[in-house]
């Protein structure tokens, strides 16, 4: 399995940003996809995560009502609509993909990762 994570780059505060990321294989729609981000210097930290089945969503309390986790089974592709973006949204974000249904927030809960794409939102 392959993620593939785009969309990243220079956004001013309160502005938006569309990552999007592309996954391998044949078994998508049986994944849980979640997001994550890791600051210079701090540990990578959960952001959402989106079911397989009905697509329930889940999200830290620090992106609530601002960050938006999609998925779109038939393309195999997960996004997540960033707004309002805060200086300290800046971050390197991840996909990640758990197909063993642990439904966690954490980083070791999934089993693939994309390379990660850069988020740098300034004041």
């Known amino acids: 399995v392959q993620l593939q994570a785009s969309g990243g780059g220079l956004v001013q505060a309160g502005g938006s940003l569309r990552l999007s990321c592309a996954v391998s294989?044949?078994?998508?729609?049986?994944?849980?996809m979640a997001w994550f981000r890791q600051a210079p210097g701090e540990e990578r930290k959960f952001v959402a995560r989106?079911?397989?089945?009905?697509?329930?969503?889940k999200y830290a309390d620090s992106v609530k009502g601002r960050f938006i986790i999609s998925r779109d089974n038939s393309a195999n592709t997960v996004a997540l609509q960033m707004n309002s973006l805060k200086p300290e949204d800046t971050a390197v974000y991840y996909c990640?993909?758990?197909?063993?249904?642990?439904?966690?927030?954490?980083?070791?809960?999934?089993?693939?990762w994309g390379q990660g794409t850069q988020v740098t939102v300034s004041s």
């Open positions: 989106i079911t397989r089945n009905d697509g329930s969503t």
């Open positions: 294989g044949r078994l998508f729609s049986s994944y849980i």
């Open positions: 990640a993909a758990d197909p063993n249904w642990r439904v966690g927030e954490r980083s070791t809960s999934y089993d693939y």
